[in-house]
């Protein structure tokens, strides 16, 4: 990957994907909108709700896009959402609903970081949580060896392991020209996996062993997993 000379003005979507978790959903949004607030940088960031729950009633905050399934699952809520809702972005930031960034900095400025690299996936690290009367963090999900050969295999990069739906941002352009391959993933639950993947073997992945993100490790107890399909 080369480092690209200047870095222009990007437009970046958040994404979060969400079905029946309106607590955590504004939870999440309340916590991306104050680092929005305060972020300094180049380049505009603002939310985007795409929701399998066609019957909800919710109150965003302002600015923030918002789309219904017209499909059914995750899947098409994730594809339907990153080809047209997002489309006006230039890289789509994408998670779930019951997850959260990482408090300790603001994870925009990370994310900046990333844009300076030319690919066409950026995946970060996350730490497990439980929601307790505290956050109890857990251990980051890609745990890499403490020294890796110069030349390697990128999922080695990722240490092995399958990528998780959170902390991982996609150059808009590039899902845009996967339209017909990401629908035969639709009713898998990995649409959004097949993308990094491709990266993957076009050695268009980068990344970055920074946890931006807090993955939700609690039982899915809530309702969401009721309808497999939707999550």
């Excluded at 972020?39 to 600015?63: E, F, M, T, W």
């Excluded at 390697?152 to 959170?166: A, L």
């Amino acid at each position: 990957m080369q480092r690209t000379q200047s870095v222009p003005s990007y437009t970046v979507a958040i994404l979060v994907t969400t079905y029946k978790r309106n607590a955590q959903l504004l939870r999440v949004l309340r916590q991306a909108a104050d680092y929005i607030a305060d972020y300094k940088g180049p380049h505009r960031y603002y939310l985007c709700v795409a929701d399998s729950d066609r019957d909800n009633q919710i109150d965003l905050p302002p600015g923030t896009a918002y789309v219904r399934n017209a499909g059914t699952g995750f899947d098409e809520n994730f594809i339907g959402a990153a080809l047209s809702q997002c489309g006006g972005a230039d890289f789509i930031y994408a998670m779930a609903d019951d997850d959260l960034f990482n408090p300790a900095l603001n994870p925009l400025y990370v994310l900046d970081a990333a844009m300076n690299l030319d690919a066409d996936v950026y995946m970060f690290n996350n730490v497990l949580f439980l929601q307790h009367e505290t956050l109890i963090l857990g251990h980051e999900h890609y745990r890499l060896p403490p020294l890796l050969p110069p030349v390697i295999d990128p999922m080695d990069r990722i240490g092995g392991v399958v990528p998780r739906y959170c902390a991982v941002m996609y150059r808009a352009g590039y899902l845009a020209g996967l339209r017909a391959e990401l629908a035969a993933f639709v009713g898998t639950l990995h649409a959004y996996a097949a993308p990094i993947f491709m990266a993957i073997g076009r050695q268009r992945m980068v990344f970055f062993d920074y946890p931006v993100a807090l993955f939700e490790s609690d039982a899915k107890t809530d309702g969401a997993w009721d309808d497999v399909e939707r999550v």
